[in-house]
């Protein structure tokens, strides 16, 4: 008997797969099984397969292909990265048996990365463009922390004042682009000036998917929600949290578990103490110390009592190495350069 795996498949806009068929057996278990390419068609080596929520990964081989078995029959969802790659994450519903996909990954674009720069005046100053460097009126820009809106001018142009000192992000959106969120640190004196890089999405889609590409998913949603609930309420000894900025000068290039140690005071927080992993507001099933700082807009360390009730309840504490007492509970959350 065959069923058929259908995922929508855009991979120059969010990245879905592109699946062949998937043949059911008289079995409970599901295999996933796939190769992971660039957009000429060349696979892609050393790409992490988080599956969420279940524990497993895996990583593409030299010939960009991967395998997870014994999975259950249900619904995931799928984080797949790399460093220089635009990360990808969708759904995938199982059926028993073996199931294939393909999946398309692009380039980060080297102009993607925001642009800060301290300035006298308080406030924070910013200008939305995309990746052509053409000016993008009408976006709506709003930071996570505060709560504030507004709208790009016919120059791209957005202002806030008064903005509170401290780190927080703003949430950039358009119709017909990629969202973008992006971290600044405004100063106690002063302001701050950002420059902003949006991605096109391909004129080819129709209105649906151009619509439903334009919005962060729904996980994202609620994760910058949350995220904006912890640092307004949340004691500083309890979460503690690095932008895109702090983590560029202090931690440039590092593995995440060998950041702690340079970030400042994410010193007290040992490795082996992050009980789980959440990347953009899905908990990931692969460990803290794949990650790597030049791939994260941000990175939190909080404690696992701070998490929603549903994300406690997916954050399986890890061992205790021999002679170690006293151990915290912490859990990472990394929100990826889009």
């Not at 991979?11 to 957009?39: C, R, S, W, Y």
């Not at 702090?246 to 005071?265: N, T, V």
């Amino acid at each position: 008997m065959k069923r058929a795996l259908r995922l929508l498949a855009f991979a120059l806009a969010a990245g879905a797969a592109i699946p062949a068929t998937a043949f059911a057996q008289n079995q409970e278990t599901a295999v996933l099984a796939g190769i992971v390419k660039d957009v000429d068609g060349k696979p892609l080596p050393g790409v992490f397969v988080d599956l969420s929520g279940m524990k497993r990964h895996a990583v593409t081989d030299d010939a960009g292909r991967f395998r997870v078995e014994k999975l259950t029959t249900d619904s995931l969802i799928m984080i797949v990265r790399r460093v220089g790659l635009v990360p990808l994450t969708f759904d995938v519903k199982l059926v028993p048996g073996r199931n294939d996909v393909t999946i398309t990954m692009e380039q980060v674009p080297q102009v993607l990365d925001a642009v800060r720069n301290a300035v006298e005046q308080s406030g924070l100053f910013g200008v939305v463009g995309d990746t052509a460097y053409d000016i993008v009126p009408g976006a709506t820009v709003s930071t996570v922390v505060h709560k504030a809106t507004a709208t790009t001018n016919e120059k791209g142009q957005f202002f806030f004042d008064p903005v509170q000192p401290g780190a927080d992000m703003v949430d950039v959106r358009k119709l017909g682009y990629r969202p973008r969120v992006v971290s600044f640190t405004m100063p106690v004196k002063g302001g701050q000036r950002v420059a902003i890089w949006l991605v096109p999405l391909p004129s080819i889609l129709d209105e649906r998917a151009m619509r439903r590409l334009s919005a962060p998913s729904n996980a994202l949603v609620q994760e910058l929600f949350d995220f904006g609930q912890r640092r307004r309420w949340a004691s500083s000894a309890r979460s503690m949290f690095a932008t895109r900025e702090q983590l560029a000068q202090y931690a440039s290039g590092m593995r995440a578990d060998d950041a702690l140690r340079y970030l400042p005071r994410f010193g007290t927080v040992r490795p082996f103490e992050i009980d789980c992993v959440i990347v953009d507001g899905t908990m990931a099933s692969g460990f803290f110390d794949q990650y790597y700082t030049n791939e994260m807009e941000t990175l939190e360390i909080t404690a696992v009592s701070q998490l929603s009730h549903t994300e406690q309840g997916k954050c399986t504490p890890n061992g205790t190495p021999i002679g170690v007492r006293g151990r915290q509970h912490w859990a990472a959350l990394i929100m990826l350069r889009h």
